[in-house]
């Protein structure tokens, strides 16, 4: 008999069913991304969103001590740290509303729930700085409505206030390209809001009792690029000095202040080194290099119970990775970067190719996060970064769209440090960022500054399309080159060098000056010398700079200012 309340063990099924059922259709969801594009990726955002959290709730369940606020801790930490990309960070902040309800309570009711519905809805519109409806929020405040409605009319058959909701989610999916043109011209619905809709129809088939294999498999992963596997050849030819990678989250039971932080940080210190410590609300993430695990772990313990312990033998590691190097081509390790002593101001960029990590790192930034277009980096990598880069003050360069919305988020959970998100939508953009960086203006005044000449950089991207579409008033066919500019879809064509030209025509502007190339992984250096010769005969007025970025998928990035 299908019960009308919901403890936590059964939550804790029903949120991992509504993982499996996202992460089993997340191909589709990438599909349904509006630009032909190779790098859709709404559904790998929103399934690494979720399986983060999947992860943290598994662990708890199978402990079998499950409580309803340490659940919720779970899915809100899991699903904050993990979140990468707008349509991520907002499933995030929709789960953070969600459980901040519903974590007061042992079992959950009809109302609990409308009221839960309210909370994540509200939360994940304060989210985002403007939202836009035909998205995911719209398919979430329709959920919510329905909700509401059903609760104060008094319904008391859970099954069928679930399937309603769904109903009404579906309903408001399908009217999502009546609200976004561009969704109406691609033939396709809102990805964001059917991976929600995919989400709440898993959760509602295991409330009916449909078996679900609650395990969790290898999620996609990160790219690992060059610079990581340089990182890697590094370390396995150095000496070893501490043996063991340990990793777990403390479940706090008592106050993890600044202080609690700086003294445990400098307990690690002593034992290892490596250190990474993160706290949000009741949860710390550690991540320690150490010879003795067993005394970070009885530390540990005096702040609170662990979870999603892990322990690796390094040393063991490093040697699969000398019998693995020795059957590849020996590459030049990446220098090994000494501790810097803190600074006042250091900068984080994310970027991908090898040329154009090296402009950012020549410009000084100190640290990039490998990602961009092709794997968004979630909020935990943000707090890993700034918790590298030893300053005071830290601009963050998303240089993507889809990435500032994570950088946010990770702003707003570091409390030691002041977090300066600079909303870099292009690579173009976050080098125009750090160059207008002044040492002896303040903060305050470089992030106005840095802010305003990004709005000056036009940006064209050229790829190719996987799919047939007709968008912005242009029929492309799977394998046509396009080039994407800063509002939509500029040129379509079968020869990169004429796209690209095309894309730039439609760039250029009267007062433009400065018309920077950078070249990706597949174009030669003689095809890219033959095309700035074509630009510098059409736009000889203009200064012409071509430079090798290295980056995958996109051929050329090319910026107008």
């Not at 040697?319 to 390790?333: A, G, I, N, R, T």
Request: with cysteine; net charge negative.
């Amino acid at each position: 008999m299908v019960s009308n309340t919901i403890d936590a063990g059964s939550m804790a099924k029903l949120f991992l069913a509504g993982a499996k059922n996202l992460e089993s259709r997340k191909e589709w969801i990438n599909e349904l991304n509006v630009f032909p594009v190779p790098d859709g990726d709404t559904g790998t955002n929103m399934t690494m969103t979720i399986m983060s959290a999947a992860k943290e709730v598994a662990a708890l369940y199978d402990m079998g001590d499950l409580d309803m606020q340490s659940l919720c801790k779970a899915i809100s930490s899991g699903s904050l740290r993990g979140a990468r990309g707008n349509s991520g960070v907002i499933l995030s902040q929709l789960f953070r509303g969600f459980t901040k309800c519903v974590k007061e309570y042992d079992k959950i009711t009809i109302p609990v729930l409308a009221d839960a519905f309210d909370k994540a809805v509200e939360t994940a519109y304060k989210a985002v700085m403007k939202p836009k409806e035909g998205t995911i929020l719209t398919v979430a405040k329709g959920a919510a409505i329905k909700a509401r409605e059903l609760a104060d009319s008094g319904a008391e058959d859970m099954a069928d206030f679930l399937k309603q909701i769904i109903d009404r989610a579906e309903d408001v999916l399908a009217q999502t390209p009546e609200m976004l043109p561009v969704l109406k011209q691609a033939g396709v619905v809102d990805s964001g809001g059917q991976g929600l809709v995919l989400v709440l129809q898993g959760v509602y088939d295991a409330f009916l009792g449909k078996e679900v294999d609650f395990t969790l498999g290898e999620t996609v992963s990160a790219p690992t690029g060059r610079s990581a596997g340089a990182n890697m050849e590094a370390q396995a030819n150095a000496d070893i000095k501490f043996g063991y990678c340990t990793e777990f989250i403390i479940m706090l039971n008592k106050v993890f202040n600044i202080k609690a932080e700086l003294d445990f940080k400098a307990y690690l210190e002593s034992i290892g080194d490596s250190i990474v410590v993160v706290a949000d609300e009741d949860v710390v993430k550690v991540h320690v290099h150490t010879n003795d695990p067993g005394l970070a772990i009885q530390r540990a313990l005096k702040y609170g119970a662990l979870s999603n312990m892990k322990i690796d033998n390094m040393r063991l590691e490093h040697q699969e990775k000398l019998f693995k190097m020795s059957q590849k081509e020996e590459q030049p390790p990446e220098p090994r970067r000494e501790k810097q002593p803190r600074k006042e101001v250091g900068f984080i960029a994310v970027s991908v190719g090898d040329g154009i990590n090296e402009i950012f790192r020549g410009l000084g930034v100190d640290h990039i996060i490998e990602g961009g277009q092709t794997m968004n980096p979630s909020t935990e990598d943000m707090l890993n970064a700034i918790e590298q880069v030893n300053a005071d003050n830290i601009f963050i360069l998303p240089n993507n769209k889809n990435i500032i919305l994570a950088a946010n988020q990770a702003q707003a959970m570091v409390k030691d440090k002041t977090i300066t998100v600079i909303p870099t939508k292009t690579v173009p953009q976050g080098i125009t960022a750090v160059i207008n960086y002044v040492p002896d203006m303040t903060v305050e005044e470089n992030a106005e500054t840095m802010t305003a000449e990004i709005r000056n950089v036009a940006t064209g991207q050229v790829t190719y399309a996987v799919r047939d579409t007709n968008i912005d008033d242009k029929e492309i066919k799977q394998g046509d080159f396009m080039g994407i500019g800063d509002a939509g879809i500029l040129s379509v064509g079968s020869a990169i060098p004429e796209v690209t030209m095309e894309m730039l025509d439609e760039m250029m502007s009267d007062d433009a000056e400065l018309i920077s190339i950078y070249y990706g992984d597949e174009i030669t250096d003689e095809d890219a010398e033959s095309l700035r010769a074509r630009v510098e005969e059409k736009y000889g007025s203009c200064d012409i700079e071509l430079q090798y970025g290295g980056q995958p998928i996109y051929y050329y990035i090319i910026s107008v200012e």
